[in-house]
Antibody, heavy 120, light 107 residues
Framework: QVQLQQSGPGLVKPSQTLSLTCVIS??????????WNWIRQSPSRGLEWLGR?????????DYAVSVKSRITINPDTSKNQFSLQLNSMTPEDTAMYYC??????????WGQGTLVTVSS | DIQMTQSPSSLSASVGDRVTITCRAS??????LNWYQQKPGKAPNLLIY???SLQSGVPSRFSGSGSGTDFTLTISSLQPEDFATYYC?????????FGQGTKVEIK
């Protein structure tokens, strides 16, 4: 059974960088059939896909246009995890953040979520 | 981006009722449509993938249908544990996009 365990701060100051980590068990971040995603959810924006990283003989990343200039998703094969960095945070980035695995376009396993508040 | 529109936004139903939720895509997504259930304080949980395939462990009272732009999630006999919010999501192209949700409440 795949399990995703998230960690990271729940409070970020405006203009600072959000850093979250998702540790994978039961699968590999280097899997040739899965992709590893970050999604956020807020009352104003609903469920919003932010981006993904995946391995198909080499590493690839895809990002949502809305955050493309501020986001980095990195795999860490030594720890079997992947991370989210989102720069220049504003109150509009306040949301519940989830990591999730995709297999053939659907999100079949999710992390527990991290509520991130952007406030000074 | 492909826009996903669900209807209704909310509904009230009784235990034992048959419930239908619809999802419309702004362009054809073939059968690349997935449904999730979300309960308060929890992550979404995959129910149906590829429009009509039941995810392992999901009760058979849940079913999905449709292709192209119009899709349906049906709960054949609503159970107390089914009161939740339901989301559709297209897996056809990037960015992955979700519907706004349908909240199923107790009548």
């Amino acid at each position: 059974q795949v399990q995703l365990q998230q960690s990271g701060p729940g409070l970020v100051k405006p203009s600072q960088t959000l850093s979250l980590t998702c540790v994978i068990s039961g699968d590999s971040v280097s899997s040739n059939s899965a992709a590893w995603n970050w999604i956020r959810q807020s009352p104003s924006r609903g469920l919003e896909w932010l981006g993904r990283t995946y391995y198909r003989s080499k590493w690839y990343n895809d990002y949502a246009v809305s955050v493309k200039s501020r986001i980095t998703i990195n795999p860490d094969t030594s720890k079997n995890q992947f991370s989210l960095q989102l720069n220049s945070m504003t109150p509009e980035d306040t949301a519940m953040y989830y990591c999730a695995r995709t297999s053939r376009g659907y999100f079949d396993f999710w992390g527990q979520g991290t509520l991130v508040t952007v406030s000074s | 981006d492909i826009q996903m529109t669900q209807s209704p936004s909310s509904l009230s139903a009784s235990v034992g009722d048959r419930v239908t939720i619809t999802c419309r895509a702004s362009q054809s997504i073939t059968s690349s449509l997935n449904w999730y259930q979300q309960k308060p304080g929890k992550a979404p949980n995959l129910l149906i993938y590829a429009a009509s395939s039941l995810q392992s462990g999901v009760p058979s009272r849940f079913s999905g249908s449709g292709s192209g732009t119009d899709f349906t999630l049906t709960i054949s006999s609503l159970q107390p544990e089914d009161f939740a919010t339901y989301y559709c999501q297209q897996g056809y192209s990037l960015p992955r996009t979700f519907g706004q949700g349908t909240k199923v409440e107790i009548k």
